[in-house]
């Protein structure tokens, strides 16, 4: 097996010239949202790649251009790792709340501002660059490295599925990995293993044809506020358990590894509190992660009905409407809680509509934390951190990760390398130096433990 040390020593003496590129990257805009740079960013990145060994090809979709690179290992037994990150960024306004201009990267107080830095320019550059470590010490990478980078993952990446499936063979890994996001704001690092999808729904209560009087027609008119609390209520009850039936059928039973994982996670009833607006946190450690982690939660984000303007206006409401996400878990499906929901909601009331919001939602996704890359990837994080990480079993927020189980057949893992202040989609966007060099280190070990558990049989 190839030696780490003169890799990690190598990355130390190399931080001005990885600093060098990544100022050069987030230079470029590339807002997807308004179609800003991104294909001369794609340029960029893979002429980047390219100077760092790795084999680099842009790739069209019906959208911005994926940018994939190779760099394959000379053990033809290898482990092969796919790497998923993306170049686009969210768009910098507002223009005014930046201390310096977003496409103009600066060093300050040991972070790089600039949007992108940190989301995830910064992050999906630290894989190529341990790879190139890698080569450059050892003349040879130690796992077969494969690199997958969006352009438009800020747009909700709407051809990455079509993309994948179009291109199973030159995808085709044994694992994901992914480095988007925070670390825990305790600075300790994390590792995860999955997201909720998420539904969008409106109901819709329909009445008479205008608001009425609520004395003169109290009683005879139909009033669809009524409709669609009562609909609501039978919907889902105090406690947030949904009443839809068989809604939880195809919710993963939680499993011990969960539970040991859950208990060695951090809680502090106060603090947690606080980031909600609340004086505590009310349910003990174990239910607070397993209802964020493992379990749906049917939400009502906006209700509207009647006069809600000053003073009072005695009417009958003519309509009421009710807006919905359901965050889903794994193996929750689309289809099948749709189809569950609206027949529930018809035998309740028919006069209640329901309508669906986007196609397909995002998906649930979640790795098994029993699977046998995690010991090994957490083994080489905290090799590399000198600090145990923390395994989030699922993060409560909706990515795009179902494809790689779903259109692939692998499993996939996030290491997140960002500072938990990183501001990503916010002024002032920043990656602290030290997680950008700290990212490089753990790619290069993450990909040294791969091939050893390889060697061993273990994966
Ligand atoms: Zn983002």
């Known amino acids: ?47 980047q790649m390219e100077n760092m060994g ?31 990150g993306h170049y686009d960024v969210q768009p910098p306004e507002p223009l005014e709340r930046w201390d310096s201009p977003p496409f103009e990267p600066v060093v300050r107080d040991g972070r790089l501002f600039g949007r992108g830095t940190g989301d995830n320019k910064g992050q999906l550059l630290t894989h190529v660059m341990a790879a190139s470590a890698w080569k450059a010490v050892h003349g040879d990478v130690p796992v077969n490295l494969k690199f997958i980078f969006d352009g438009e993952e800020e747009s909700g990446s709407p051809n990455l599925e079509t993309f994948v499936a179009k291109n199973r ?8 990995l992914i480095s988007d996001g925070t670390m825990h704001p305790s600075g300790a690092p994390l590792i995860s293993l999955g997201n909720r999808g998420v539904i969008g729904i409106t109901l819709k209560a329909q009445g008479a044809d205008r608001d009425n009087h609520s004395g003169n027609k109290g009683g005879v008119a139909p009033n669809p506020a009524w409709m669609l609390i009562h609909v609501l209520a039978h919907t889902v009850d105090p406690s947030g358990k949904v009443l839809v039936e068989g809604f939880y059928d195809d919710v993963r039973a939680v499993t011990e590894t969960d539970r040991e994982i859950i208990e060695r996670l951090p809680f502090d009833a106060e603090s947690f509190g606080a980031t909600m607006g609340l004086p505590r946190v009310t349910m003990p450690k174990e239910e607070y992660y397993r209802r964020i982690m493992l379990e ?7 209700l509207i009905s009647g006069y809600t303007g000053p003073g009072s206006k005695t009417i009958i409401p003519s309509e009421a409407e009710a807006r919905i996400d359901i965050r889903t878990v ?69 990515l795009p990760n179902a494809v790689w189980p779903n259109t692939l057949g692998i499993p996939h893992v996030g290491i997140p390398y960002a500072n938990a202040d990183e501001n990503n ?35």
């Open 1 to 47: 097996m190839l030696d780490p040390k003169p890799v990690h020593r190598h990355i130390d003496v190399h931080e001005e010239a990885y600093l060098a590129d990544l100022i050069d990257l987030v230079r470029q805009p590339s807002i997807s949202a308004r179609d800003e740079g991104v294909t001369e960013c794609a340029e960029i990145l893979a002429r």
């Open 296 to 302: 749906p939660y049917f939400n009502i984000n906006g």
């Open 425 to 459: 989609h916010s002024p002032n966007e920043n990656l602290v130096l030290d997680c950008f060099y700290a990212g490089i280190h753990t790619s290069a070990e993450v990909f040294a433990a791969l091939a050893t558990a390889r060697d061993r049989g273990t994966l």
């Open 54 to 84: 790795v084999k680099a090809s842009i790739l069209p979709t019906d959208g911005q251009p994926v940018v994939f690179g190779a760099l394959p290992s000379k053990d033809p037994d290898a482990f092969t790792l796919l790497c998923y």
């Open 330 to 398: 794994v193996d929750q499906r689309f289809d099948d809680l749709v189809e569950k929901l609206r027949a529930h909601i018809h035998a309740l009331d028919p006069r209640v509509e329901m309508h669906v919001r986007g196609i397909g939602g995002m998906r649930p996704s979640r790795t098994p934390a029993d699977h046998p890359a995690i010991p090994v990837i957490a083994g080489a994080v905290e090799r590399a951190r000198d600090r145990e990480p923390f395994i989030n079993l699922s993060s409560g927020g909706s």
């Open 169 to 176: 063979d030159l995808l085709a890994a044994d694992l994901v």
